[in-house]
Nanobody, 124 residues
């Protein structure tokens, strides 16, 4: 089982920025595509961003395009989500997830492994 640990969440004012990190000790990290999802209270878990296993393709939800950037550093076994121009509606628990190569990317069911989540709260 691949274990993923998120960090970097916190409280920030609207318009501010945060960078989330998701790390794993798994030596096969570079063989997985990675995604970020989020879940607000009373809401379904929603897709945020995805990066291919080689890092050459990225995909974003319309709600975060132009504001969030997903990157990965395979040497550090870490995937990042840089969040800029944050809005109160971005408030949620953010989860990173790993998927096998050649997988789809926009549904939670596309991913095999999940972190425990990190809270992001954006105040008005």
């Amino acid at each position: 089982q691949v274990q993923l640990v998120e960090s970097g969440g916190g409280l920030v004012q609207a318009g501010g920025s945060l960078r989330l990190s998701c790390a794993t000790p798994d030596r096969t990290f570079a063989n997985y595509a990675l995604g970020w999802f989020r879940q607000a209270p009373g809401m379904e878990r929603e897709f945020v961003a995805h990066i291919s296993w080689l890092g050459d393709y990225t995909y974003y939800a319309d709600s975060v395009k132009g504001r969030f950037i997903i990157t990965r550093n395979n040497a550090k076994n870490t995937v990042y989500l840089q969040m800029n121009s944050l809005k109160p509606e971005d408030t949620a628990v953010y989860y990173c997830a790993a998927a096998p190569p050649n997988s789809a990317y926009s549904r939670a069911s596309d991913y095999d492994y999940w972190g425990q989540g990190t809270q992001v709260t954006v105040s008005s």
